[in-house]
Structure formats: structure tokens, C-alpha cells
């Protein structure tokens, strides 16, 4: 073969593979032993891995849902307080089937986007186990709601440590540096802190902040 049949072989190969996982893509609460920082919960939160790009990962995520809720607050350890209580009663069966569901991983913080010393609203997520994705218990606490994430593509940043306010701006103030240099687009509303650790874990520790996004992601070109 000629070597323009060769790379127009490829990409028809390439395109199939990409239709695949596409197609493939359900079920998207599962097994942790699929994830290798995911060590706490029996199930986690996966995904389809894109590209790579430096230290960062690009990765698509399904549409999940999730039981979130919500406190105003100047750091996020102040809101991290309430909201982790709210969402731990829920699953301690403060729900309408009055059923207790196993933790999961991550843990997802919408972090407000704002100056460090104003107030701002951060959500807390706990993802539901995949028996409880289709049909999913109420909650009886009105603060609390069920909400689902979109199917989205993120650029995700990894660090370990503990998840602190000044941890996950720093986390992001990296990410976004990284992701300008190379004039990649995201989303700068929506920003996810995930962390897959209790806080009691003294081991090794896995946290990541991400961004949605935008277009098509800026992977690195193939040849
Ligand atoms: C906070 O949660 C309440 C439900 O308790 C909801 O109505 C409201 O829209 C949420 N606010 C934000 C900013 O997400």
C-alpha cells in the first residue's frame, strides 16, 4: 500500500475505534478495581480516556446523576461541613425508599467561581451507585436534590495531598496555565474539584480538579 492508503486507512481505522467507544459507552458506575486511585469505595465514577496531554488527561465522562446540595460560604471547608452532613444523612437513608446506599467515589465540589474572600455557593456531589442510577431515591431533606452531569469532555489535572480551598485553586491556576499555553478552550463557569479519599487516609491520596471542554479537545496530532 501506498503510504496516503496507509493514513487513510488509519484514520477510517481510527474513526471506527472512536464510533466504538462511543457506541459502547454506558454504564458508567462501576467496578473500582477499573481504576486504579479509585481504593475506597466498591464503585466509582468511570470514564473513557481521550489523549494525554503533558501531565494532564483529556476524558470523556457519560451523563451520571448524582445527589447533590449546596451552602454559601467564603472557603469550601466551611461548606464542606454542612454539605458532606446533608448528603451523608441521605444515603444513611434520610431518602423516601428510607434505603442506605454505599459510598462511591469521587466526591465532586462545584467550586463558585469568585475572589478568595467573598461569598459563594459551592455544590456538593455524591455520585449514586449504579442500582440507584434509574430509580433513585428522594431525598426528604429539601436542601438536598438529585441532579445529573452531562455527557461531557474534560481536561483533567491530578495532585495528591488533602483537598483544601487553597489546594484546589492552586490545582486550578495550573491547570488553566497549562491549558492557555496551548490555546485549548474550556468552559471557565464550571469548575469540578473531585476527590476520591476519605479524609481520614493517610496514604497515598488522589484528588483532581477539571474543566469542561469546549469544541473539540486540543489533543496532541497523531504523527
Ligand atoms: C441550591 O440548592 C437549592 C435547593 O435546595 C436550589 O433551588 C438552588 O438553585 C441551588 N443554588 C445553586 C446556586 O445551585
Known amino acids: 500500500m501506498s503510504r496516503t492508503q496507509n493514513s487513510a486507512t488509519m484514520m477510517l481505522l481510527s474513526g471506527l475505534v472512536g464510533l466504538l467507544l462511543v457506541l459502547t459507552a454506558e454504564a458508567r458506575v462501576g467496578d473500582s478495581s477499573e481504576l486504579q486511585f479509585c481504593t ?7 470514564f473513557d480516556p481521550i489523549c494525554q496531554i503533558n501531565d494532564l488527561e483529556v476524558r470523556h465522562y457519560s451523563s451520571v446523576k448524582w445527589v447533590s446540595t449546596n451552602q454559601s460560604s467564603v472557603l469550601m471547608e466551611f461548606a464542606a461541613m454542612s454539605t458532606f452532613r446533608r448528603l451523608f444523612n441521605y444515603i444513611r437513608s434520610s431518602n423516601d425508599q428510607g434505603v442506605e446506599i454505599d459510598m462511591t467515589s469521587p466526591v465532586l465540589v462545584s467550586m463558585p467561581q469568585k475572589n478568595f474572600w467573598e461569598m459563594g455557593v459551592f455544590t456538593m456531589s455524591f455520585l449514586l451507585p449504579d442500582k440507584y442510577q434509574q430509580s433513585t431515591p428522594n431525598p426528604t431533606n429539601d436542601r438536598v436534590y438529585i441532579h445529573d452531569t452531562p455527557d461531557m469532555t474534560v481536561y483533567v489535572l491530578s495532585y495528591g495531598g488533602w483537598m483544601t480551598t487553597s489546594s484546589i485553586n492552586n ?25 476520591y479519599n476519605s479524609p481520614m487516609t493517610m496514604g497515598k491520596r488522589h484528588n483532581e480538579v477539571m474543566f469542561v471542554v469546549e469544541g473539540e479537545p486540543a489533543c496532541p496530532s497523531q504523527d
Not at 40 to 45: A, G, N, R, W
Open 40 to 46: 475506597e469505595t466498591d464503585e466509582c465514577l468511570l
Open 171 to 195: 490545582a486550578f491556576k495550573q491547570l488553566s496555565t497549562q491549558l492557555d499555553a496551548i490555546g485549548a478552550k474550556y468552559r471557565k463557569d464550571t469548575r469540578y474539584a473531585a476527590g
